[in-house]
């Protein structure tokens, strides 16, 4: 395929991006009392500022290929909106109680599921799917599930082998006995069970807009004739919108105010979202490059959890502790990756006149 190095590196600089941003959107929210709204601000102000300010001011700049057209506008104004909301649901899933265990596994594991699936019926190539390439799909799903699922038990288990040896024991009381066991940032370690269903709707959501994502940036990159900054200005609005202004009415307009802005949790939340929109920036040069999102969006799915977990066993210091079943898991990821670049169905032919 024409320009196919570049397409990778593109799609690597994605989930090399897209990797990044729960870690540290994780310590935004940490910084903010665990606010994790007012982190979604910091993501939302740094998408205006890289998707929107510094690409509006390239284009006066220079002219760049393409142009602004009413259809181009709106499905990438689509594409930003369902990035936003795929954001938001991992946060809310999250803060209803569900742990990053499998939060993060499944919604990176069924959003390129979703991905396939939305751009064959659009791209009229759903009957060219072949089972190989649906076992691709399956292998980089399951993979990313066992990478992140054979992660935890091994951090889990440092931290409290590390809270064990740091603490003095305590005689149990009617007190202690009572409290629910917590996690380090404060929160159940269990989440309620009342609220499993609204967690379970969220991580939907999440891999709902997620795989719906690519998509529809790349039919608005295409109706604006291949422009790369003109529908990831589109995108940066919708986060604008989202992630900003949304938010900031239902901080101050919730009853209790729980959380406080502070100068680190918002730097950490602005990296989050530089993180973010470089990674948005990836996909749309992968499409310029070439790229389709039939393999581009499964490719960035499949290994933006393994960086992610990298990162997370890193900053743990856990490497000595990861189970021979992850790596057995990362293997099958990049199997199923390799499989869905190589049998990606291909557009149909446009006719000729």
């Not at 320009?3 to 600089?13: I, Q």
């Not at 159940?188 to 690519?214: Q, T």
Request: proline share 7%; aromatic share 10%.
């Amino acid at each position: 395929m024409k320009g196919l190095p570049l397409v990778l590196l593109f799609t690597a600089m994605t989930f090399v991006a897209w990797g990044a941003y729960g870690p540290t959107l994780h310590h935004g929210s940490e910084g903010l009392q665990h606010d994790s709204l007012r982190a979604f601000v910091g993501v939302g102000l740094a998408y205006f500022l890289v998707a929107v300010i510094i690409p509006l001011g390239i284009l006066r700049m220079g002219a760049e290929p393409g142009r602004w057209t009413v259809g181009g506008g709106l499905f990438s104004l689509v594409a930003g909106a369902v990035g936003a909301l795929g954001a938001l649901g991992i946060i809310l899933a999250l803060g209803y109680g569900g742990e990053t265990v499998f939060v993060m596994p499944v919604v990176f594991g069924f959003a390129p599921v979703v991905n396939t699936l939305v751009s064959t019926l659009l791209g009229g190539t759903f009957k060219q799917i072949r089972p190989v390439f649906l076992m691709g799909i399956l292998a980089v799903a399951l993979g990313a599930v066992g990478v992140l699922t054979f992660r935890a038990p091994a951090a889990s288990a440092a931290a409290k082998q590390t809270t064990t040896d740091q603490e003095t024991p305590v005689p149990e009381t009617a007190d202690t006995q009572s409290d629910s066991p917590t996690s380090d940032d404060g929160s159940n370690e269990k989440s309620n069970p009342r609220d499993l269903p609204r967690i379970i709707m969220s991580i939907i959501m999440a891999a709902v807009c997620w795989g719906s994502y690519g998509p529809m940036l790349h039919l608005g990159q295409a109706k604006m004739s291949g422009s790369r900054l003109r529908p990831f200005i589109c995108v940066g609005i919708a986060y604008f919108l989202i992630a900003v202004i949304a938010p900031m009415v239902l901080i101050y307009g919730r009853a209790a105010d729980t959380g406080s802005w502070t100068m680190l949790g918002m730097s950490w939340s602005v990296l989050a979202g530089i993180a973010g929109a470089v990674g948005a920036l990836g996909v749309i040069l992968a499409f310029n490059a070439g790229g389709k999102p039939h393999y581009v969006m499964p490719l960035v799915f499949g290994f933006a959890p393994v960086v992610n977990t990298f990162i997370s066993l890193s900053e743990k210091g856990t490497w000595h502790l990861v189970q021979p079943l992850f790596w057995a898991c990362l293997a099958i990821v990049i199997a199923g990756a390799v499989t869905v670049l190589m049998t990606a169905p291909k557009p149909l032919p446009k006719p000729t006149h």
